[in-house]
């Protein structure tokens, strides 16, 4: 069942149409990751969700109370939604442990300190109550936002490019972390970012939106192996088209046949029919050849620590990206042989 729905969302600035028509139905207890372009709305999302805009048309519906829309709105404070800022928005001059109190002004003192303290273990600071903000890492001060954010007990929180603020490292590990203090209190969750690799490793499913429309609604695993549109394909990772022409149990292209089978559903397609097979670089091998052989060039190519990427200029004019261990070197200029070698079903769009 849903948690939140929205219904039909559009929202203007000025003349400028932030969001057009979006609708989405939010499952209990999934982590559900807004990812798109910068610009393409996803703040705009986050804050008519929250309270902290009203839509022009649509509604907003929380545990099937109607928030905002049918001329009704909802202030932020009484939605029962908590929100994690990009740059955590910590008071500088109350404690860790006065932070996470903060939502908890009504409750009585006991209660209030007992659920602080739930907090403070649950993000791993139980030693750091009496600490500011000035005296935590960047990674612990994500954590008391977070304590912060859940102990009033959401509904549903939202966190807007949650890790942003922290360094490459320290950003993996508080992906895991998040995503386990998440689980652990079973709240609904709704992040964004513009990070495809974070939305596919904190995710239960991810909402690729582009300019101010959800593309596609999927787990990671679909929306990264079977995206529904070539903006999705390209947004989620590089992204090379092979064209070929079905023919009885293959598709014939200029780098040999590709069954049928190993396509996802072009099984209905007929004989003739034209299609851009989608490959990434992990689907497609590169190696030397003798000039007859060969079936184009390398044209680029870029280190990227364990592997390397490569590019391809095949003879017919097309372009194909592969990435190989870095002990199989190529150089700039070879002519190579190119294969796809992918393990599994190739998503495929029209010519
Ligand atoms: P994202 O978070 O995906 O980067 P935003 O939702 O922040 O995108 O912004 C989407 C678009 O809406 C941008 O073009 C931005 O300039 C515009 N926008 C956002 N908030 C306002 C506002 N308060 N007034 C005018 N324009 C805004
Ligand atoms: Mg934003």
Known sequence: ESVLELDGIAKRFGSEDVIGDLSLAVRDGEILTLLGPSGCGKTTTLRLIAGLEKPNAGQVRLQDETVAGDGRFVPPEERGVGVVFQDFALFPHLTAHENVAFGLQEWADAERDARVDELL?????????????????????????????????????????????????????????????IKETGVTAISVTHDQEEALSISDRVAVMNDGDIEQIDTPQQVFQQPESRFVAGFLGHASFLPGEVHGDHVETALGRVLRDDVHGLAHQYDGSIVDLLVRPDDVTAYPAAEAEADGRVVYRRYLGPTVLYRVELDDGETIECMHNHSDRIDLDERVVVRVTADHELAWFPA
């Open 121 to 181: 273990e649950l993000v791993g600071l139980a030693d750091h109550g009496d600490d500011y903000p000035d005296e935590l890492s960047g990674g612990q001060q994500q954590r008391i936002a977070l304590a912060r954010s859940l102990a009033p007990e959401p509904e549903m929180l939202l966190l807007d490019e949650p890790f942003s603020n922290l360094d490459v490292d320290l950003r993996v590990e508080m992906r895991e972390e998040v995503r386990r203090i």
